[in-house]
Structures are given as C-alpha cells and as structure tokens.
C-alpha cells in the first residue's frame, strides 16, 4: 500500500518535493472530498487521491509543477480511478463466469470521469461529516480527521499524539473498514440530525484543540502543531456552516484561549496560571478574531450551545485589561448556564472556582467538597489542585499542601507536576 | 506560522488607478478561498503614495516628507497576514494570486517575528504598556 511516505522518496529532489507536499496541504481534503462523492467510499478515495500524489513526485520534477496542481491531480486521481475499476469489472466478470458470488461496487466510468474540477464545498462538508461519524471511536474519529482533512501523514498524527506510527496507520486503517461496513453514507445529514451530527464534528475538532493546549503526556507544555491544526479546521468549518451558532462559538473559544499560548509558559518553561499571566504576551490578533466570532455566534440567532457559552466566559477574561477587572458574576452567570446544558462535574468544578473568585474560597469549597464524592473525578488532579488552592485561600495551609502533592501524583505531565510540587512547597514554608 | 505577504506597488496603483472590475471579482474571490481554507488572518488594500506621508528620523531632527515617492518597486499597495503551515505553504498560495491583465507584479512573503523573538529588549514595563495599548485598539492588526 503506498502511503504519503512516499514524499520521502529520492526520486523528486528536495524543491519539488517541497512544492508537492504544499500543494497536498491545500489541496487534499477536497481532493479526497471530490472524488469520494463519486466513488462512495473515502477509503479508495484517499487511496486514489495518494495515488495522484505519488504520480506528482514521479512526473513533476521532468515536467515542471503544472500550472494548476489541484487540477493535475484531480484528473490523475480519476484517471487511476478508471483505471481500477476497469480492473474491477473484468475482476468481475471473470468471477462471475466462475460463478462466484461476486459483489463489487463499479459505479460507471462516466460518474467518475464527470468529478468536477473544482469540487463544491458540499464535498468538503460531507467528508468532514463522514471523518466525524459516530459509528467511529472517537480517537477513530480524530485520526481520519487529522489525516483525510488537515493532510497530515501518519507520522506527523504519531509524532503529535507520543503514539507509535503504526498503531496510528491501524487506527486508521480500521476506521475506513469501519465506515465501508457501516455502509456510511457520504453526505451531509439532513436537517433533523444535523445539530446532533454537528456536535460530534465539534467534538473532535475541540480534542485536538485540547490536546494541543493541554497535551495530556510528554513533556511539552503545548503542541502547537495540533492547535493551529484545530483552529484552521474550526475557521473552515466556520465558513461552511455560517448559520450555526455553535460552530463561531467553538472557534471563538478556540482563538480566545489560543491567544493565551505563550502566556501560559513562564521563562523557565513552567506553566503560568490564568491571572498571573503578563497579559502583554497575550496574542491580541487571535483575541480580535475571538471577540468577533462570538459576535458572529450570537448574530445567527440559534441556539447558544456549550463552546458559545465557554467562549463567553473566554471573552470576560479576554476584556479584562488586568485580573482584578475579571467581571466574576457574569462568569458564574455563565457557568449556570453551562451547568443547566452540560451536567458534568468538571464544568462544576470550574464553576467553583468563579464561585470563589466572585463570592469568596468558603462558598466555593463547599461545591468543591461535593464533589470529592464523584466517583467520575477519582483521578482528575485538577479537583485536588482546585481544593489546594482554595484551603491555602482560607489559611488551611497543611490541608492546601497535602491536595497539591495529591494532585501532583495523579497528572503525567512533568511540567504540571513540576508546578504542583511547586505550591505544596509554599504551603509549606507559609 | 504566520507570514506577512506584501504587496509590492504597481504604476498603476501608484496612479490611483483603480484595479479593473475582472480583477475584483478575481481577488475577491481568492480572498473568499484563503478563507474558507482558514490561511487568511486579516489583509487590506493601501492607497497610493500620493496620499501618504513619511517621516525621517537623523539624530533629534525630524522631517516630514509628503508624498508621492519615486522608488515605486520598493513601495507598498496592500498586504495580507496568513497563517500556513510552512514557507512552502505560503509560496504555493502566493503564486496562486490573480494577475488577469499579466501585468509584471511582486509580492513579497517575510515570516513573522512572535514577541518572544524579542527576548529581554521587551521589558516587563514595556510589555505591559504594549498589552494597554493594544487592549485599547481592541487588538486589531
């Protein structure tokens, strides 16, 4: 099976090799997009469009880049795509004069011949929909998105996710397997299911946003790589889904906390905390676009959902020229609104520590304590860290010492467990 | 990464020619596809030099010199701010800006510095003043 590894091959020298792998990022989501509408299946439609790919890296470097690449490639995808299914149909035949049982999809050559040249976004949508799909596991989900929308080859989703290269090319592998079985429509759903579609597209765009912003292993603070992945999937997704709310929530939320990226490390690569943040590092052109996509989510009309909501709570932070301007009750006001939507103990946990920040530490710990019984947060170290934080607030300073070193066992990133032992310290020597 | 692409002046833009209606459709949508493919950050158009001003600085002096300038191959008639992947990345969209008229036209693409670039020139004071003035502009590019 020939995959985009193939870019690493001697054959194209190293400049145009370079120009191939630019084109494929721009071009091979609707590549995939264009001719999985004709031939159904966006297994064989990748495996085409890698075929077109591996063709470019043969002929460009004797022929020159041609003048419209996506186009070059979209003729040679179909090309070979005639090419197969040709083969399927003698296949066929010969199978069917042995009197075999043969069931092999052949739409005709025509349908496939007829792909336009510049495929309708439709496409892009329906592949992104079906990349998405609910019958796929989520990390399922995540890994054909990375790979059929952003163009990322296995290697780069193994690199990005500390996973090994073919454990990720099996995950993917199986989810195409996966959706063929599932004979998975590809189209974008109708009406009625749409929203619900849509949460699982959002859904996994804001996991790559999040494993970008708090990569749950390794050693690195962010993976930026995997952030600006997510925020060029939510703004793409931004346009081809204008009406709905939620869509310019999540990337309003996004580009809010992406602003935040270089503030969140210190100078000795430690984390820094939301309010003690120097807010001059903050990125003020991702806040801009943040404020402007909350505007454009409240604009449509629709229905507020989650990421409007959180992004709301972004966008008070974002407004706040310095911590103590935070507008604390309009916070809490949110996270209400977010807790009636969403009954999760982590939305609930944050919700108390706007609680504190507004009404002070002991009403807080009181949500908090209540907590402590959720079985679902038994290993979440943000729920001690949070009860640290707010006994130390109270003066309970061997308390508050023993959640930070609780808190500091239960994460496996090394800088945030850096930064926990970091507070029992203080604690400590209070 | 993100890269500025500047957009290099023309006779005709320095004559305040206004671009044909071809190549406004054509640029149009172009910037409706950098988009929709999330490359495009913010971008405007400038006026001609005519319009413009600099000021020189040589020691304590200031000098204020009106426009038009001579050098028009060094002078500016817009810029774009893109988020790519890569300088590869960039060029592959550059050279896909419209020219319909094919007339001679450069543009050209320059990474940008992130602020920790800078490293300690940018005192914390510094920083902090910068963070008021750009709250104040409400972080427009």
Redesign the interface.
Known sequence: MRRREAVRSPVASPDVRRTVEAVWRIESARLIAGIARVVRDVGLAEDLAQEALVAALEQWPESGVPDNPGAWLMATAKHRGIDRLRRAEVHQRKTEELGRDAQLRSPADDDLAAVADDPFDDDLLRLIFTACHPVLATDARVALTLRLLCGLTTKEIARAYLASESAVAQRIVRAKRTLSAARVPFAVPGRGELRERLASVLEVVYLIFNEGYYPTAGERLTRPELLEEALRLGRILAELLPREAEVHGLVALMELQASRTRARIGSMGEQVLLLDQDRSHWDWLLVGRGLRALERAYATGGPIGPYTLQAGIAACHARARAPEDTDWERIVALYDGLAQLVRSPVVELNRAVAVGMAFGPRTALTIVDRLSEEPTLDSYHLLPSVRGDLLEKLGRLDEARAEFERAALMTANSRHRTALLGRAAVCESE | MRVMVLIKATEQSEAGEMPSQELLEQMTAFNEEL?????M??GEGLQPSSRGARVEFSGSERKVIDGPFTETKELLAGYW?W?V??M??A???AKRIPNPTGEHGVVEIRPVF???DFGDELT?EL??????L??Q?????
Not at chain 2, 127 to 132: L, Q, S
Not at chain 2, 137 to 141: I, P
């Open positions: 988009v929709n493919a999330g490359v950050l913010a701010l988020q992947k890569s590869d990345e060029l592959e969209w992130e602020a920790d914390p920083r902090e003043r910068e963070a008021h750009r709250a502009t409400g972080g427009s590019a």
